[in-house]
């Protein structure tokens, strides 16, 4: 295993499972206590986790947001494995948004490139992604904010506010069967809001790691997802609280 790669499986680790110890991890990973604190230490100065005694923790609370490189190494199988369903959603002529995210870029890494739909995003460097050969892209506009890589403000949301689409895929920080699809920040929050106002359809793309939480501004209601595809089983109750609300959940399974 690369030096990068075990990083990224240190991370993915110590959020999945709220906190590891050196220990667990040099066992699972079959490396010595002192190359996993020295790796520790690594990721903490560049903030993907704290160390607390004998090992470490996620960064992430209901008011702090995790920064693009953070969720970008996080669970990428799980993305991948997300992604290959979502594109199945995508039929020839549509307009489609992809909002901004590290589930969302893989979503558009495995989108057609043929020219059979119209992509629209937030995100310049989804924008990138999607405009390889042959599809035309549209972008909202707007301030980029550096922690997310997205576009918001008041020329996205101008944008937003004349403009409709066929289909949404939609990123989440956290989904809740009571308390809805919720993120961090508020700005964020206004275009997520406009997105799954203006589309036909919307899947959510979102790890069984968001189930069950909530962050600080609430976007939209449970009720307003058509498909949810996520990476595993989730917890019976959250299943059947959100097909209730009429919305068909789909889970995946990473290879």
Known sequence: MLPAERKRRIVELVSADDGRSVEGLAEELGYSKATIRRDLRELEDRGLVERSHGGAVPVTTVG???TYGQKEVQNLAGKRAIAARAVEEITEGQVVFFDAGTTTIEVAKQAPKDGSMLAVTNSPRLAVELGREENDVKLTGG?????????????AESFMERTNF??????????????????????EARMKQLMVEKSARVVLVADTTKVGKRSFVKFADVADVDVFV????????ERR?????????????PE
């Open 241 to 253: 609280a959100l097909e209730n609300e009429g919305v068909t959940v789909v889970e995946v399974s």
């Open 143 to 155: 301030t980029l904010r550096s922690r997310t890589r997205a576009l918001v403000g008041p020329t």
């Open 230 to 237: 996520t990476d595993g089983e989730l917890p019976p109750r």
């Open 64 to 66: 702090k947001e995790q």
């Open 166 to 187: 066929d289909l949404l895929f939609l990123g989440t920080n956290a989904i809740d069967s009571e308390g809805g699809l919720t993120t961090p920040n508020e700005d």
